[in-house]
């Protein structure tokens, strides 16, 4: 028994080590950003809804500005980001995405929403 055992731990340990070597490949970074426009209310706090990467969504309470980046996140994941306001034109809205937070592209830009696969 113990023959097989020893057998079966570098079998783990190799395969363990290869799956670590690819997952980075998956691991994206996401940048949130909101700026206001010239109708939003910056002395009023509103709601930023991000989806976070453990899979659920979260409120954040900001004023002027929201800047955040967070990660990471697994591709094929929805990523949903809303500033919450009674007009859906008070912010400008970007989703900036990056594999290992290097070289963040601007993946899409609108108006106080955005909903995303990851690719």
Known sequence: MKKYLILFIPLLLTLSCTKEKNYPDD?????????????????????????????????????????QIYGPYQKGTRIW?????????????QLWISHERKDFQ??????????LILP
Do not use: S
Request: hydrophobic share 40%.
């Open 27 to 67: 691991e994206w970074y996401v940048h949130f950003v909101a700026i206001p426009t010239e109708k939003a209310n910056v002395n009023k706090e509103h709601d930023a809804i991000v989806t976070l990467p453990w899979g659920h969504d979260e409120k954040f309470l900001f004023r002027a500005t929201y800047d």
């Open 81 to 93: 980001f809303l500033v919450d306001t009674p007009h859906l034109d008070t912010y400008d809205v």
């Open 106 to 115: 601007l993946a899409y830009a609108g108006k106080n929403q955005i909903d």
